[in-house]
């Protein structure tokens, strides 16, 4: 059973970087695409970027050139890294392991971490 | 605004039978792509629901069930129950520049 743990700062200030780690337990790297969503407060979904364990990787158009996908396989974990961020980023955000069937879609999900953006 | 569509609330009764509808365009559901459901119990990260439009992961109860037509999908619920309150999303691919994962607005489900 896969178990996925974010983790990171819950305050980043106006056009920094905001910096996220997903620790994957259970399951090796291969079998899913590691993927990070969020979520801002009492809105809907948005998912922001994929990353395949041979290093293939996809972002939404909304927020690319501003965001990055990374994974260490050597140590069962993946990041994202976005950019310049503003209030507008403020969100629950989650790391998810994601299954194509179709397409995309998640099939495990971390807890999800608030992060603020805030001077 | 989200790609796909969704009301923003439906309701029902213990026991009764409702459908949360997932409309989209020809360039996402009508394109053929499957339909994804998430719950999201308040307070908790989402869950799967439903996969490749119609299948249940395992410990998914059959009351729920999903379906496609055309441009749009829905999500049927039966036998509703207390615990089922909770928001729901539908997730599609879009062929167009919005993006490999994409999400409707969601759908609050009130039991009455």
């Known amino acids: 059973q896969v178990q996925l743990q974010e983790s990171g700062p819950g305050l980043v200030k106006p056009s920094e970087t905001l910096s996220l780690t997903c620790v994957v337990s259970?399951?090796?790297?291969?079998?899913?695409?590691w993927t990070w969503l969020r979520q801002p407060p009492g809105k809907g979904l948005e998912w922001l970027a994929y990353?395949?364990?041979?290093?293939?990787?996809n972002y939404n158009p909304s927020v690319e050139g501003r965001v990055t996908i990374l994974q260490d396989t050597s140590r069962n974990q993946f990041s994202l890294r976005l950019n310049s961020v503003t209030a507008a980023d403020t969100a629950v955000y989650y790391c998810a392991g994601g299954e194509v069937a179709g397409g995309l879609y998640i099939a495990a999900w971390g807890q999800g971490t608030l992060v603020t953006v805030s001077s | 605004q989200s790609v796909l569509t969704q009301p923003p609330s439906v309701s029902g009764a213990p026991g009764q039978r409702v459908t949360i509808s997932c409309t989209g365009s020809s360039s996402n559901i009508g394109a053929d792509y499957d339909v994804h459901w998430y719950q999201q119990l308040p307070g908790r990260a989402p869950n799967l629901l439903i996969y490749g439009t119609t299948s249940r992961p395992s410990g998914v109860p059959d009351r729920f069930s999903g379906s496609k037509s055309g441009t749009s999908a829905s999500l049927a619920i039966t036998g509703l129950q207390a615990e089922d309150e909770a928001d729901y999303y539908c997730?599609?691919?879009?062929?167009?520049?919005?993006?490999?994962?994409?999400f409707g607005g969601g759908t609050k489900l009130t039991v009455l």
């Open positions: 259970g399951v090796p790297m291969t079998d899913y695409y």
């Open positions: 997730q599609s691919y879009d062929s167009s520049l919005s993006g490999f994962v994409i």
């Open positions: 990353i395949y364990y041979v290093g293939a990787t």
